[in-house]
């Protein structure tokens, strides 16, 4: 093996710089060249390919995006698009990848490593919704971009005796809510993986007035409904002076935290051992702060489990 290609994929996450500058460093570290390929697997499909030196890698662990630039390209699915990003890899004389990004962009890394190019997948996304990894890289951040706009929030909620519901990404997943929201100190939590209703809310920030609290913070999980939607049906239950803020994007920006860049930075770098001693077609994840493998097909069959007692602690906390 002499040259490992790296593609970002799927919505960007802070600290994707970090793991591609482990990667590639790595790489020269092992006598390795490294390949950036830009814009995912549309990217590689179009050869939009260049080789890196290290000084590309220079002022970029601190830099929130993705030097590769990312998209989303459902088109690799396909065999006829597997087959020109395999062209591509020949063309450039690339022997290996490794692809930073959600679960979407393992289907296509595992493609890869069944066409005969060993693909190592690295968890890249804010929501932390892959399967066997506690974590992926770029949920800290985002969480932390979270709390700090609840912060603010709570600022003004505060002077206004008002009730703000919240809506934080995270896809289907209930976890950069559930992490913000005990962060935060919210009143309710609404995640997509846990049963809710509008009447138990209305009277819990009710019982929560009644106790004193001069506002209230919802963090609603984007997978349940919009926050103006939520206020709405909120509103039909009582009187709440209620506002809805959406954060947004500005969770997929900014600087990545220490915890997504080490984290980032340790997978990186492990994902060229795995590759240097042949291996392809796994997925790296940490768990209990180990670096561990599965099969990408394992993923395949799994689905992520969300720390569901974060919402159960919350509700017993939150009065
Ligand atoms: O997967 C990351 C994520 O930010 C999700 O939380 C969100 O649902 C989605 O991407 C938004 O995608 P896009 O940037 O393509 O609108």
Redesign the pocket.
């Given at each position: 093996m002499k040259r490992i290609g790296i593609l970002t994929s799927?919505?960007d996450?802070p600290g994707m710089n970090a793991a591609v500058r482990a990667v590639a460093r790595k790489a020269m570290a092992e006598g390795l060249e490294a390949y950036g390929i830009n814009y995912g697997f549309a990217g590689l499909v179009a050869g939009d390919i260049h080789k890196l030196v290290a000084a590309d890698l220079d002022n970029v662990i601190n830099e929130g995006g993705t030097l590769l630039y990312s998209a989303?390209y459902p088109e690799f699915a396909h065999e006829e698009g597997q087959l020109k990003g395999i062209e591509q890899l020949k063309r450039f004389g690339i022997d290996a990848l490794v692809v930073i990004g959600?679960d979407g962009s393992y289907h296509g890394a595992l493609r890869l490593t069944e066409h005969g190019y060993n693909t190592i997948g690295l968890p890249g996304?804010?929501?932390n919704?892959i399967p066997f990894t506690d974590f992926t890289i770029g949920f800290d951040t985002a969480v932390n971009t979270d709390v700090e706009a609840l912060d603010r929030i709570h600022d003004t909620a505060l002077s206004h005796d008002r009730t703000f519901v919240v809506e934080v990404?995270?896809?289907g997943a209930g976890d950069?809510a559930m992490w913000a929201g005990v962060s935060a100190g919210a009143d309710a939590i609404v995640i997509p993986e846990l049963d809710w209703d509008m009447e138990t809310i209305a009277n819990k920030i009710k019982r929560n007035r009644a106790n004193g609290h001069r506002c209230n913070i919802v963090v609603l999980a984007?997978?349940v409904m919009s926050a103006a939607e939520f206020v709405e049906k909120l509103s039909e239950y009582g009187d709440f002076d209620a506002r809805a803020n959406t954060i947004g994007?500005m969770?997929?920006g900014g600087r990545p935290t220490a915890k997504d860049r080490v984290m980032a930075s340790k997978m990186g770098a492990y994902a060229v051992e795995l590759l240097l001693s042949g291996k392809g077609g796994l997925a790296v994840g940490i768990q209990n702060n180990q670096l561990v493998t599965h099969n990408m097909l394992d993923l395949f069959d799994s689905k992520h489990e969300a720390e569901l007692s974060l919402s159960k602690l919350n509700e017993e906390i939150s009065f």
């Open positions: 799927g919505g996450a989303r959600g996304t804010i929501d919704d990404m995270g896809r950069v984007e997978g994007h969770q997929r």
